[in-house]
Nanobody
Framework: QVHLAESGGGLVQAGASLGLSCAFS????????IGWFRRAPGKEREFVAA????????YYEDSVEGRFTISRDSSKNTVYLRMNSLKPEEAAVYYC???????????????????WGQGTQVTVTS
């Protein structure tokens, strides 16, 4: 059974940077694409970023493009999300999710993902 564990959340001021980690276990890491999503209070879960199983392709939600960077380290079975210039409206619980390689992959669709972590809280003060 695949298990995902997010870490790195915290409280930062607007404009600051924060790095999240998603530790993968219980499966073959290279068989899975990993996505990051977030859910703010009172809002639906939304796509943030994703990286394919090979790491060759990355995808970003428009508002984070150029500020966030997703990467993966196969030696550590971990995916990272580096977030720069954070905004107060980006405060949310951030989740990582794993998509088993098969057929088409729509990185921004949460229904595409097979496993989810418990989430890590990111708070951004103005």
């Amino acid at each position: 059974q695949v298990h995902l564990a997010e870490s790195g959340g915290g409280l930062v001021q607007a404009g600051a940077s924060l790095g999240l980690s998603c530790a993968f276990s219980g499966g073959t890491f290279s068989n899975y694409a990993i996505g990051w999503f977030r859910r703010a209070p009172g809002k639906e879960r939304e796509f943030v970023a994703a990286i394919t199983w090979s790491g060759r392709s990355t995808y970003y939600e428009d508002s984070v493009e150029g500020r966030f960077t997703i990467s993966r380290d196969s030696s550590k079975n971990t995916v990272y999300l580096r977030m720069n210039s954070l905004k107060p409206e980006e405060a949310a619980v951030y989740y990582c999710a794993a998509h088993r390689e098969r057929g088409l992959y729509y990185p921004d669709r949460d229904s595409n993902y097979d496993y989810w972590g418990q989430g890590t809280q990111v708070t951004v003060t103005s």
